[in-house]
C-alpha cells in the first residue's frame, strides 16, 4: 500500500475538477434551472430526483438520499475505495497522485513496479502463443482464444532465467519485489513460475497486481502457485476476475464466487461473466467487503462433500460482520466432486442457474447447522442451541437483519429476546459499551459529517471528553484528529482513516443524512457530549466498583465508600 494522500491535494483536486463533468460521463444530466438533474444511479425510479449543484460543486438525491462530492460520486458509483477514487479523478486530470511519509505511513510503492507486471504478462502471453503445448491444454479444457484473450492467459516456459533475459532493463531486485522472481537457499534467484498456465490477477483499475500459475504436466510442485505478498498484491483481500466482471457488465446484480482461475474463464466462456475467486485462501471478511462493495448479492459455490460445507460455514463465520438487511449471502452446494466448471460444460448455463436458483441463505444455513442434532423440543436442546447460536448473532452488525435473526432465535428456543443469553466473558466492559453506544455513534455521526461543529462545543467538555475516551475506539481517534486539526473536513477524515479496521464503516456512517440543519446539529453535538462524558464517568466507576468488590482487598474497598461518604464495614 502507499502512503497517505496528502490533503492538500485532494482539496486542490476537488478545486480543479467540475462535478457536471465527472457525473454526465457516468449518467445523462439535463439543464434544470442553475442545477442539473437525472435520474438516480443508486435506486431505481421513473421520475429524476437526482441534482447536481455546480456552485456548491454537490449532488443530492431527494430519493435515496445519497449526496456527496464528486468523489463520493466516484466511490458509489464505480464501486470503488476511497483512495481508488482519488487515483481515478487524478487520472481524468492527468496528475499523479503525491504520497507523504512519515511514520505513520507506510512505504511507498516504486511506480515501475505496475509497469514490471505488465512487462511480465505480455511476456507470458507471447509466450502462450509459442506453445503448442500449452495451446493444446487450453483446447483440451475447452476454452477458445478469444476467452483466453480478455483474461490476459498467458504461459510462463520450463527453464530458470527467462524473464531476466527478455527483461534486461529490469533489475532483478525489482523483479524480485514484483514477485516475479524468487531465491533459492545460496540466494541465487531464478523464476518463480515455469511451465504454468498463466493468469493474471488484477486490481479493479485493471492493473495487473500478481499472477497464478497452473502447473503444466506432472513436474514437481503444487498444482496451483500464486504471486507472494508484494507491496501491491495481498492475495487475503484479492478476488480474481472481478476487473473482468465489472468490464462485461455494467451492473453486478449479483456475485458468484467460486474456487479457481478456471471456474472463473469456463463460466465467462459460457456467459456466466459475474464469477470471481478467491486466491487459493479461505473468503475472508476483507473479501466479503469487498464483494458487497460491488453487489448486494453474493452466492459461493461450494462442493456438498465434507470439505466443502467446511469451506462454507468458514466463509459464513467471516462473512457475518459484513451482512446487513440490504446484502443477501447463500450458499449453492454442488454434486460431490462437481465445481462450475465441470458443470456448465456437462449441463450448461442453465444447469448451473438451477444450482444458482436453489442457493440457501447464509442465516438459514447458520441456523440448520448449529441445530443440527438437538432436540428443539426439550429444554435442554434449546438452552444448547441458543448458547450455540449467540456468539454469531453478536458478529451480526446492529439493525434490521440482526434483529429479524434475534427475533428467529428467539422463536426457535420459546426464550423472549431480552432473555436470549449473552456472551459471559467480558461482561462489565460490554454493560458499559452498551450503555454508550447509542450516544457514542450519534457523537461520530456528527462529527464524520460536519467535524467544523466540534469547536463550538465548551472546551472543558472537550478537553474532559477527549481524556475519558483516549483514543481507545474509532470515536475516540476522531476526536483527537478534529481536536489536533480544526480545519478538518469530511474529505480529509476519510483520507487520513483509509486504511484504518473500521473504515468501511465510516465511509457507510458519512453516507446516512444528518437530517437537521448546522443549528440544531450544533446543540445536539453539545448535548451528546454531555451525555455520553456522563455516561462514561459512570460506567468507570461501576466498573472500578465491580473490581473491588470482586478483590481481597477489604481496606480497599472501605476506603472507596469513605470518599464517597458512605460508611460501609
Known sequence: MAGRIPQSFINDLLDRVDIVDVIDRRMTLKKSGKNYSGLCPFHDEKTPSFSVSPDKQFFHCFGCQESGTALTFIMNFDRLDFVEAVESLAQQLGVEVPREQGRSYRAKIDPDIYAVLAQAEKFYRQSLRDSKEAIEYLKGRGLSGEVARDFGIGYAPEGWQNLEQAMPDVSPKTLLEAGLLTTSESGRSYDRFRHRIIFPIRDTRGRVIGFGGRILGSDDGPKYLNSPETPVFHKGAELYGLYEARKALRQLDRLLVVEGYMDVVALAQYGVANAVATLGTASGEAHFQK???????????????????????????????????????????????????????????????????????????????????????????????????????????????????????????????????????????????????GVSERLLSILLQRPSLWQTVDEEVRNRLRQALDGSSVVGEIVAYIDDNASADVEELLVYFADHADAAALREQVGIPLEIDDDASRLELADVCRKLLSKLQVDKRKVALQDLQESPNVDELRKYWQLRGVAKD
Open 291 to 437: 464483494l458487497f462493495r460491488h453487489s448486494d448479492e453474493v452466492i459461493c459455490c461450494f462442493d456438498g462433500d465434507n470439505a466443502g460445507r467446511q469451506a462454507a460455514w468458514k466463509a459464513l463465520e467471516n462473512a457475518l460482520p459484513t451482512l446487513n438487511e440490504y446484502r443477501q449471502l447463500k450458499f449453492a452446494f454442488l454434486p460431490d466432486g462437481q465445481d462450475p466448471d465441470s458443470i456448465i460444460r456437462l449441463k450448461g448455463k442453465s444447469g448451473l442457474q438451477s444450482f444458482i436458483d436453489n442457493a440457501v441463505p447464509g442465516l438459514e444455513f447458520l441456523l440448520t447447522r448449529l441445530s443440527q442434532g438437538l432436540d428443539l423440543n426439550s429444554i435442554d436442546g434449546r438452552a444448547r442451541f441458543a448458547g450455540l447460536v449467540q456468539p454469531y448473532v453478536e458478529k451480526v452488525p446492529e439493525g434490521v437483519l440482526k434483529a429479524l435473526l434475534q427475533q428467529k432465535v428467539a422463536q426457535m428456543t420459546g426464550l423472549q429476546r431480552s432473555n436470549v443469553p449473552a456472551e459471559r466473558a467480558n461482561k462489565n466492559t460490554k454493560r458499559a459499551s452498551g450503555r454508550v453506544k
